[in-house]
């Protein structure tokens, strides 16, 4: 959903209408989708050992109410609490009057999403301590908030799934996520759903896979790749009691999450992230020991930093 919040409560909230309209301003056809499928409670298993899960060092971005943009790093993520912490400034003009939305794409890839619709992408080379020259071009038009969707997730390898104000689920290919050409699978995207909301947490994972906050429960959502077929969708109900404004993924069922009231940024293992079942590792929340501030534009991780 759109980072900018009010009191830290969802910005689109709202029943909304709007134009229907492409990335690159081209029409957006109507295709056979289904709704949102029924949640399937999860059924009793047998307790899962932990996976195999492997993270480097995470890396990502802070953008504060000031417009300041920051790297941020946790060399340690699964190893304890305290250990995400702010580096050096590496931008401006990161407001929420600039951005309604910024989402990291894997390694050193940062989009932002002005409130004119724009798509614009950032490349940072850590190693360098550079930002790639191709910086700020705008990769995508037609996703303005409100008027052309309401709600927007990134996955990795430049997945975006976004809702139209009707509650159509599009998702959208960029193709050239890495160099910032702007090059798209299919510039009027692939609907896969009806029925989402601008007040759903959407957090792609990749290959199909994604969460979804709704109404303080978390689902894990799976489905067929668009090009194979009609969409068909396999879920579950993996969590209750969730309430974050904002949740990222790591890869291999690592969550990042930033709750009220103070925007604690808190991590969660899933223990089944390929087929669903409602298990995570203990404890539960481990604070990260970073905070983001009301009125900013969060924090995003490298949702490539930790594989199954």
């Not at 492409?22 to 709704?35: E, I, N, S, V």
């Not at 899962?48 to 971005?61: H, N, Q």
Request: charged share 15%; proline share 6%; with cysteine.
């Amino acid at each position: 959903m759109f980072h900018r919040r009010l009191a830290r409560t969802p910005l689109l909230s709202l029943a909304l209408a709007g134009a229907l309209v492409g990335p690159l301003g081209a029409p957006a056809t109507a295709q056979a989708a289904q709704r949102v499928p029924a949640v399937q409670a999860a059924p009793a298993v047998r307790p899962l050992a932990a996976p195999s899960v492997s993270c480097r060092a995470a890396t990502g971005f802070l953008a504060l109410p000031s417009g300041d943009l920051y790297e941020v790093s946790d060399p340690n993520v699964l190893g304890g609490t305290g250990n995400l912490t702010r580096g050096a400034r590496v931008g401006s003009s990161w407001t929420t009057s600039d951005f309604a939305w910024m989402g990291a794409g894997g390694d050193g890839v940062l989009y932002g999403l002005t409130w004119g619709g724009q798509l614009r992408w950032y490349r940072w080379d850590a190693g360098d301590r550079s930002w790639d020259p191709a910086s700020g071009r705008v990769v995508g038009t037609g996703f303005t908030p409100i008027k052309g969707i309401v709600n927007i997730g990134l996955g990795v390898e430049g997945r975006f799934y976004v809702v139209r104000p009707n509650g159509r689920l599009v998702e959208f290919e960029h193709t050239g996520w890495h160099t910032g050409s702007a090059t798209w699978e299919d510039r009027q995207g692939e609907q896969i759903g009806l029925g989402w909301k601008s007040t759903d947490v959407i957090v792609p994972v990749g290959d199909g896979s994604l969460y979804l906050q709704r109404a303080g429960s978390l689902h894990w959502y799976r489905h067929t790749l668009p090009g194979d077929g009609p969409t068909i969708w396999r879920t579950r109900l993996v969590g209750s009691g969730w309430s974050m404004y904002a949740i990222g993924s790591a890869g291999g069922g690592v969550l990042y999450t930033t709750g009220g009231p103070d925007g604690q940024v808190k991590l969660y293992q899933h223990l089944d992230p390929a087929d669903g079942a409602a298990q995570w590792t203990a404890p539960q929340g481990v604070a990260k020991g970073l905070s983001d501030e009301p009125d900013s534009l969060g924090v995003v991780i490298d949702p490539t930093t930790c594989s199954a």
